[in-house]
């Protein structure tokens, strides 16, 4: 039976850490925010957005890409002290999530309810045996002989970050001295000692011939207090895709592993991981007692947290454990999948999640228990899971809880699976001793076993027996050679049938010494072939070349049914005396059915189970599907092809792909070849993709097509070798696209949803700015839908673009009105709304009225006088006079509906451009506030007032309202401070 959930947390890209307190009871839970809990809830919204807008891929000359993520993509694991003393952890990927978990909403402090499981005390279930320390010890002191014989081995290298006498480098005496194991004499000794010891448990099991360098510092990080504080973050830097040796073409990587399998440093100017956390933690910012636990085990006492068990996990997520879809769309990190989703598999449509659309993985993405990890390595190592692994495959559940907040994780195994694994989003007590099914993952994703670091994976060869014979009852050795330095421990098993199948284990998790003897068991047959491979891996592996004949044993009783009889041999004559049956032997079967065959086990041959073997052996079968899809103005887009294999005979097979010319040309840069890429099926694995990259034109053409062709398959045949790709011509959209589809940029993607949206919210504050060389601003200004727009990007293109999205409005072509090239002056016309007139008749928007006092504070209300009009958006700018009014934080009013979105750009000192939408009419008047810090050194009154040539205000069908805005004075109180 599982425990209590203990700890909860999660890693996509990078995780960061943060951490609410309760002193001394919940009830603290239901108190009005305070600054500290907005903080936070500003943070965790920053470092949740999952949005690809304004990340650049970087084109190397090797034709390969790299991202730097910029800190997105991030996970916020929660702490919450409970009454008995012990932490519950969660870690979030929305803020609706962060506050179901702390039981109170962060911004406006009304009381949730939550389902949160208290954790319990765990001083006698919650420490590491002395056994799995010496496992730690011995496991890294093993990696750390592998690195002297092997210089060019896996190493994962620590970075110290820190200034003299801080972080790593503090000289303050440690807590506890020798905590845990650890042999740090001061505090940042301690500290680094933990980070290398974690780095060494993940280094023990991956190989790579590039080093894995960790960013790695101990900074003061806030908020920090007893209502809550930041821990820290973790996790990859960069991500890349197409480089030399990648497993799949137009796939994300995590940095480490494409370095791994690139055998290069694909960033030379960055390290691969960042590790930063809080030095505040250990002067008691959480509470009275609170720290983090130094020791090399788990060990740690009530009230702490213990960071060996945190750092595990998030490397882990840092090495390879993470997606970078965005969960709560669906979208794909700039169009392309990652390397995690190929391998994610929603059983209710069959389907992987890199041959989805988004919509469709926006929906799997809440397929509670239904979404499940399809990797080799998984399947054959998860036999001792229970709950969460399915029993016909072997795949084990992913998170993906419903109903649930946008963005829910889909980076660690179900909470379900038992025993505990260390990437569900929870552990319950102990750490793993073995980093537990995180391994197979890593495998399946392409850490392969590779000891001497040659970009060779290592490999058994020369198992024998191989085409001789031998005897049942008999002592026989089955030996094998090693390739590499490969000495994991091995499986050896035994197949009946000439390789198909392996269902006897002739010995589990022995160690790889080369050879190992057996009692052979009674199974005669002509076909039997023996298989090496490391211990719950599928590889490395090595068979049999050859049929082995076992022989000299017995018929089984499952085929002499009639063996009772023998020992009555004379019953029946008593039964007859008469005598019949020796006259007509051929009416006694009816009495005497196995009278003959006990004087003659000859005859019973045709019962032995030499007849199962000629049936005949399962050959993998491949296929390919069609794919058809817009081909886009400008940019590229990924066509995914899934080569299906059928069948399977315990083997590796593959198959080679080219592409080839039909309408669509590569001399006509239509899209981009492949050649000689081989596609790799291990045992258990039915379908694989293959991505072509179609590039996008401005020129009106017709449909195109062209062909990905399967050929020189191994182990296994081709049915169908040809997929068509037919890439839509401008039938629909024109050579301009579509009304409102401009997202991803700069051309779109022949579709409008909720990522289109999101782009018209960022061009209408001024974030980013449309690109007249791909026609972006035509796109985005949809709005009036008459008259295709009206040269503005304002609340009404909102409108407009949430309407096409929910198909509320049909697709429309792309045209209106057109400006010419930008300069200054035009591009502020465009941006924002239209004059309006300065009185107060009709709808108003209005600032309040404040007193603010030097030093402190000051909060601002943005209100709506709607005067019955049917307001869906506000668009409008603020200008202030930033050498008095510092910092703004502008957040939605606590009376403000829920659904509705703001959009802020700060960027400009002295002027704030704010942005409200709603899918419903806005049915309260208060819609934003704004806190200002007032300086020290001013005094009098300063002035807040409404550009009145920005105010945009949209109705229900993207209509404008007219509008006007009343400004406001904040006066300052109190002495200026010199």
């Not at 239209?834 to 600032?847: I, K, N, Q, T």
Request: hydrophobic share 35%.
């Amino acid at each position: 039976m599982k425990r209590n959930i203990l700890i909860v947390f999660v890693l996509i890209a990078i995780s960061v850490i943060g951490i609410s307190f309760l002193e001394p009871t919940h009830a603290q839970i239901e108190a009005r925010p305070n600054d500290d809990d907005r903080q936070m809830a500003s943070l965790i919204k920053r470092l949740t957005d999952q949005s690809t807008d304004g990340l650049m891929q970087e084109y190397m000359p090797d034709g390969s890409v790299k991202m730097d993520l910029q800190d997105r993509f991030q996970s916020v694991p929660l702490g919450l002290l409970e009454e008995n003393g012990e932490i519950s952890m969660m870690c979030v990927t929305s803020l609706g999530e962060a506050n179901g978990f702390l039981g109170r909403d962060l911004e406006t402090g009304k009381s949730l309810p939550t389902a949160r499981t208290p954790a319990e005390p765990r001083e006698h279930d919650h420490a590491m045996t002395e056994e799995e320390y010496r496992f730690y010890v011995e496991l890294i002191e093993q990696a750390a002989q592998r690195r002297l014989d092997n210089p060019n081995a896996a190493t994962i290298n620590i970075i110290n970050n820190d200034g003299a006498g801080e972080g790593f480098n503090s000289t303050a005496a440690p807590a506890v001295p020798g905590e845990g194991g650890n042999p740090g004499a001061t505090l940042g000794e301690q500290r680094l000692a933990l980070f290398n010891f974690a780095a060494a448990i993940w280094g023990a099991y991956l190989d790579s011939s590039v080093t894995t360098n960790v960013r790695s510092n101990f900074n003061p990080l806030t908020p920090c207090s007893t209502s809550g504080g930041v821990l820290g973050s973790a996790g990859t830097i960069n991500i890349h895709r197409d480089f030399p040796n990648a497993q799949f073409s137009g796939t994300w990587y995590h940095a480490a592993l494409a370095n791994k399998l690139a055998g290069t440093d694909r960033n030379t100017v960055n390290p691969e991981m960042t590790a930063q956390f809080n030095s505040d933690v250990d002067t008691g910012c959480l509470g009275a007692g609170t720290r983090f636990y130094y020791g090399l085990n788990s060990a740690n006492p009530g009230g702490t947290v213990n960071l060996l068990v945190v750092l595990l996990h998030e490397m882990g997520h840092g090495l390879g454990f993470s997606s970078f879809v965005n969960s709560s769309t669906g979208a794909f990190n700039s169009g392309f999948p990652d390397v995690y989703s190929t391998f994610m598999f929603d059983r209710t449509t069959s389907t992987f999640w890199n041959a989805m659309t988004d919509a469709q993985r926006q929906a799997s993405a809440i397929n509670n228990n239904n979404v499940l990890w399809d990797g080799a390595n998984v399947r054959i190592g998860s036999g001792a899971i229970g709950t969460c692994r399915e029993a016909s495959t072997g795949r084990l559940e992913l998170y993906t809880p419903s109903p649930v907040e946008p963005g829910s994780s889909v980076s660690h195994y179900n909470t379900r699976c038992s025993p505990n694994l260390l990437m569900e989003p929870s552990i319950n007590s102990g750490l793993p001793t073995d980093l537990d099914l995180t391994r197979q993952q890593m495998r399946d994703i392409g850490w392969y076993r590779d000891t001497t670091a040659d970009l060779v994976p290592d490999t058994i060869t020369n198992v024998s027996p191989s085409g001789n014979s031998i005897l049942v009852g008999t002592n026989v050795s089955v030996t094998w050679t090693n390739t590499g330095g490969f000495d994991r421990n091995v499986t050896i098993e035994l197949s009946t049938d000439g390789g198909v199948t392996f269902p006897t284990a002739v010995a589990t998790n022995v160690a790889n010494t080369g050879t190992f003897t057996f009692t052979v068991p009674n199974s005669p047959t002509s076909q039997a072939r023996f298989r090496v491979r490391e211990h719950n891996f599928v590889a490395p592996l090595g068979t049999s070349a050859a049929n082995v004949t076992i022989s000299g044993g017995t018929p089984t009783p499952t085929n002499t049914p009639t063996a009772t009889p023998t020992n009555t041999p004379t019953a029946t004559p008593t039964n007859t005396p008469t005598a019949t049956p020796t006259a007509t032997p051929t009416a006694t079967p009816t009495n005497t059915p196995t009278a003959t065959p006990t004087n003659t086990p000859t005859a019973t041959p045709t019962n032995t189970p030499t007849a199962t073997p000629t049936a005949t052996p399962i050959v993998p079968v491949f296929t390919i599907n069609n794919v058809t899809q817009m081909e886009g103005n400008a940019g590229t887009s990924l066509f995914v092809f899934t080569i299906t294999k059928t069948g399977d005979n315990g083997l590796q097979s593959s198959v080679t792909v080219n592409t080839s010319d039909g309408t669509a040309t590569v001399a006509d840069n239509d899209y981009v070849p492949i050649t000689g890429q081989v596609v790799v099926f291990p045992s258990g694995t039915f379908t694989r993709p293959v991505n072509v990259t179609v590039v996008g034109d401005m020129n009106i053409e017709p449909d195109e097509i062209f062909f990905v062709n399967l050929s020189a398959p191994t182990n296994g045949t081709v049915s169908v070798s040809q997929g068509v790709g037919t890439v839509l011509g401008d039938k629909g959209g024109g050579s301009l696209g579509f009304e409102g589809d401009i997202a991803p940029r700069p051309s779109g993607d022949g579709a409008m949803n909720s990522t289109d949206v999101i782009q018209t919210r960022r061009f209408a504050a001024g974030l980013d700015t449309p690109n007249p060389a791909t026609n972006e601003l035509q796109r985005a200004d949809s709005a009036p839908r008459a008259t295709l727009g009206d040269n503005l990007i304002n609340s009404g293109d909102v409108v407009q673009a949430r309407r096409y999205a929910a198909s509320l409005d049909p697709l429309t072509s792309s045209g209106g009105p057109s400006v010419p090239p930008f300069g200054e002056e035009e591009l502020a016309a465009i941006i924002g709304g239209a004059f309006m007139s300065g009185d107060a008749r009709g709808p108003v928007l209005r600032l309040t009225s404040q007193n603010g006092r030097v030093g402190s504070d000051v909060t601002v209300g943005v209100t709506l006088d709607r005067s019955g009009a049917q307001v869906a958006a506000a668009g409008f700018t603020l200008v202030y006079d930033p050498a008095k009014l510092l910092s703004p934080v502008v957040r939605l009013s606590a009376k403000a509906p829920a659904g509705l979105a703001l959009t802020v750009n700060d960027r400009e000192p002295g002027r704030l451009t704010i942005l409200v939408d709603s899918v419903d009419a806005i049915t309260l008047s208060e819609l934003v506030s704004i806190t200002f810090t007032v300086a020290d050194d001013v005094s009098g009154a300063s002035s807040i007032v409404f550009d009145q040539r920005s105010i945009s205000v949209a109705g229900l069908f993207g209509d404008t309202i007219q509008m006007s805005g009343v400004e406001t004075n904040v006066r300052i109180t109190g002495r200026p401070r010199r």
